[in-house]
């Protein structure tokens, strides 16, 4: 197990901070986290978590010994203004994920919106992102992209979304539920037409998979051969006249 330095400069400077501080986590391999990350996490006075057994694992690996509290997107606004009396009383709390960046198709954005209207500091730590590593891997452009996260479950917002989507020229990235891959590349399909995509599976982990076609092709495969764990979709943009 790798221990965390304690005479980097980021501990020094965070005596004098206070706060929240976002903190990436790894989307796979524990080893994908920053020396800044972890001595946030060792600094801080308590960890808001999506999932304290997933969190635990992650401080568990780098001998980290941490309060964890769970806040997640079903007791975001119960906890909020508890949380909030923490940091006005000078605690420093970190918020994570259960993997990749806060905020990403994750809760946190009430807090932080209130953080900021309470005059409470917000850090920001850079790291692991499951966004940036499928559109590096797509093989399609990548000077510009949008990222769509889940699609919207009710059937019109979904057709009323994927309608403003359809002439976007650049990579449009998804995230979705292995039960729900085959109804997700069908609707695609779909809507957008037969373009060249790409699904990523179980990034930075031991079976890191990219399988590539058209969008036809994917959900045909998918449909006989059905996906485990954590999948991203890359679908082509639309070709310009």
């Not at 420093?92 to 309470?118: M, N």
């Not at 966004?131 to 009323?160: C, D």
């Amino acid at each position: 197990m790798i221990k965390v330095p304690d005479s980097l400069l980021w501990g020094e400077q965070m005596k004098g901070l206070s706060g929240l501080f976002i903190v990436a986590t790894p989307i796979g391999h524990l080893e994908d986290i920053s020396l800044r990350a972890l001595q946030t996490l060792q600094g801080v006075d308590a960890i808001l978590c999506e999932d304290t057994r997933v969190t635990r694992q992650l401080l568990q690996h780098y001998h980290l010994r941490v309060p964890c509290t769970s806040y997640h997107g079903h007791n975001e606004r119960q906890k909020l203004e508890s949380t909030l009396a923490m940091l006005k009383s000078g605690k420093k709390l970190a918020l994570v994920s259960d993997r990749g960046t806060p905020l990403i198709s994750d809760p946190g954005t009430l807090l932080v919106q209130s953080c900021i209207q309470e005059g409470i500091p917000v850090h920001s730590l850079p790291g692991a992102s499951s966004v940036l590593l499928a559109v590096t891997l797509s093989g399609f452009p990548t000077s510009s992209f949008f990222f769509q996260g889940f699609l919207p479950q009710r059937h019109i917002k979904r057709q009323t979304l994927l309608h403003t989507l359809v002439t976007l020229p650049c990579p449009l990235i998804f995230f979705e539920s292995p039960y729900r891959i085959h109804a997700c590349l069908s609707t695609l399909l779909q809507h957008l037409g037969n373009r060249r995509a790409c699904i990523l599976r179980e990034l930075t982990k031991k079976f890191e998979e990219r399988k590539g076609g058209t969008l036809m092709q994917l959900s045909q495969e998918v449909e006989h051969n059905p996906l485990k764990g954590e999948i991203t979709i890359v679908v082509e943009g639309a070709i310009c006249p």
